[in-house]
């Protein structure tokens, strides 16, 4: 089965300073890439997505990258501001399969 | 739209007894995936459910089991509970499953004592 490797566990940034999370899957089956955010005591949400037919995605302050060789994909986040601290998760998976999640990064933004 | 809505929000039980979980997805949404969350483990994947049927398991034991309805509704079981059960209980809801969005639902908190 697919497994997904994230690091860092946890990563503290400056404000305003930019923060890179990385992770890297197993199957190459795997089409799909998505990446959740969790807030203290609230539900995973999805704040980008991309799929193995495009590299990059942005979305504002948000960029998510995939590699399909190397099997790897990154989110990028600038700008960094209090309201992105959280936990965030990346997951691979697609077609009929489940998505397998990564184990999380618990990003921390210092005034 | 609704949003995924699970019951109930909090448990406690204790060991040996065993316990059940609901979870009502987004009106339409025919896949129900169901995930165990502990501290530094992240989100594990215990199975999904499409259109009443179990598509895909992930690596928990017999323990523990679901179902799901012609409603798409969908339950979980977990009999003869264990310390290590404890955890907060996510479901989440998508159109077709594997490389659809999902969406979260609040989550059970389950302690066992």
């Known amino acids: 089965g697919e497994n997904v490797e994230q690091h860092p566990s946890t990563l503290s940034v400056q404000e305003g300073d930019s923060a890179v999370i990385k992770c890297t899957y197993s199957?190459?089956?795997?089409?799909?890439f998505p990446w959740y955010k969790q807030e203290l005591g609230k539900r995973p949400q999805l704040i980008i997505d991309?799929?193995?037919?495009?590299g990059e995605k942005k979305d504002q302050r948000i960029a998510v990258t995939l590699n399909k060789t190397a099997k790897h994909f990154s989110l990028h986040i600038t700008e960094t501001q209090p309201e992105d601290s959280a936990v965030y998760f990346c997951?691979?998976?697609?077609?009929?399969?489940?998505?397998?999640f990564g184990k999380g990064t618990h990003l921390i933004i210092q005034p | 739209k609704a949003g995924v809505t699970q019951t109930p929000r909090y448990l406690i039980k204790t060991r040996g007894q065993q316990v059940t979980l609901s979870c009502s997805p987004i009106?339409?949404?025919?896949?129900v995936s169901w995930y165990q969350q502990t501290p530094g483990q992240g989100l594990q994947f215990l199975f999904e459910?499409?259109?009443?049927?179990?598509?895909n398991k992930g690596n928990f034991p017999g323990r523990f089991s679901g179902r799901q309805f012609s409603n798409s509704r969908s339950e979980m079981n977990v009999s003869t509970l264990e310390l290590g059960d404890s955890a907060l209980y996510l479901c989440?809801?998508?159109?077709?499953?594997?490389?659809?969005?999902?969406?979260f639902g609040p989550g059970t908190r389950l302690t066992v004592l």
């Open positions: 989440a809801s998508s159109s077709g499953g594997g490389a659809d969005e999902q969406f």
């Open positions: 009106s339409g949404h025919r896949s």
């Open positions: 997951a691979a998976g697609g077609g009929a399969d489940g998505l397998t």
């Open positions: 199957d190459s089956a795997s089409n799909y």
């Open positions: 459910y499409f259109s009443e049927t179990q598509r």
């Open positions: 991309i799929r193995s037919n495009v």
